[in-house]
C-alpha cells in the first residue's frame, strides 16, 4: 500500500505544469518600429528651436522711443515733463520718434490732441502752430455748473457770456429794442482741445480748464469773458442742436 501512495504521488506530480523559475522572464512580443512618428518628433523639436531663436532675436531688436505722459492738445509743443522713454520693437513701417530726437520733437506742434500714453510718431506733429487757418486755441477756467459732464476732446460746443455781464447785456438789449442780439452765444461752434482733469493724489481747485480751438476773431471777446469767469459751454451733439446734459 506504501508502494502504491508514493507511486501514485508521483504522477500527480508528474501531471501538473512546470512553473517557471523566480528569475526567468515570460517572453515579450517584438517591439513595432514607426520611423515616421519619430521623424514628426524631431521636426517639432527643431521648429521649436527655431522659433525660440527668433523670439530672442526679435526681443533684442529695440529701439528708444518718446512716449506720452500728459496729454499734449492741439498746437501745443512737447514739454520735459511730458513725455518719457520707452523701449519698442523696431518697425520700419512706424515713424517711430526716438529719444534722441526730442530736442528736435519741441520745436514741432501738435497737429491734434495726442492723448496720455500713445507713442509718439512723426505724423502727430508738425511745423508752425499746428493749427488749421484762421484757428487759435484759448484756455478757459470753468466752474461746475459751466460746463456739461462728460466734456472730452473733440467735442463740439458753444460757448455763452453768462453772469452780470450778460445779464446788463439783456437789460440794455430789452431798453433799446435790440433784444435779437440778447443771449446771444459768445462762439457758436468750437472744438474741445484739450480738458485736464485733477490729477490722482492732487487737491481740486474746483474749476475745470478747458482749451477750446476757435476763430481767430472771436478769440478775443471769448478771452475776456473767461477772464472773468463768465463763460458756459453747452455741448452739440451730431444733428448741430444743443445739448445741456
Avoid: C, H
Wanted: aromatic share 2%; no cysteine.
Amino acid at each position: 500500500m506504501k508502494i502504491q501512495e508514493r507511486a501514485g504521488g508521483g504522477n500527480n506530480r508528474a501531471s501538473a505544469p512546470a512553473q517557471p523559475g523566480a528569475g526567468e522572464r515570460l517572453p515579450t512580443p517584438p517591439r513595432e518600429r514607426k520611423p515616421a512618428l519619430a521623424a514628426l518628433a524631431v521636426l517639432l523639436i527643431l521648429v521649436g528651436a527655431l522659433g525660440a531663436t527668433v523670439l530672442v532675436l526679435r526681443a533684442g531688436d529695440r529701439i528708444s522711443a518718446i512716449k506720452i505722459e500728459k496729454e499734449i492738445p492741439v498746437g501745443a509743443a512737447v514739454t520735459d515733463d511730458a513725455v518719457t522713454e520707452v523701449l519698442v520693437a523696431a518697425d520700419e513701417s512706424v515713424n517711430y520718434v526716438e529719444w534722441s530726437q526730442l530736442a528736435s520733437l519741441k520745436k514741432l506742434k501738435a497737429k491734434y490732441t495726442i492723448p496720455k500714453g500713445a507713442v509718439a510718431v512723426g505724423e502727430m506733429f508738425a511745423e508752425g502752430t499746428g493749427l488749421p487757418e484762421g484757428k487759435v486755441n484759448v484756455g478757459l477756467s470753468l466752474k461746475e455748473g459751466q460746463y456739461p459732464s462728460g466734456l472730452k476732446p473733440g467735442d463740439t460746443v458753444t460757448a455763452y457770456r453768462v453772469g452780470d455781464a450778460a445779464a446788463k447785456s439783456r437789460n440794455d438789449g430789452a431798453e433799446t429794442g435790440s433784444g435779437s442780439t440778447a443771449g446771444a452765444p459768445l462762439v457758436e461752434s468750437a472744438q474741445i482741445a484739450l480738458v485736464r482733469e485733477a490729477e490722482e493724489g492732487t487737491v481740486s481747485s474746483g474749476t475745470l480748464p478747458v482749451t477750446v480751438t476757435v476763430d481767430k476773431a472771436v478769440a478775443g471777446p471769448l478771452a475776456q469773458a473767461a477772464n472773468a469767469g463768465e463763460v458756459a459751454l453747452v455741448r452739440l451733439p451730431a444733428g448741430g442742436a444743443a445739448d445741456g446734459n
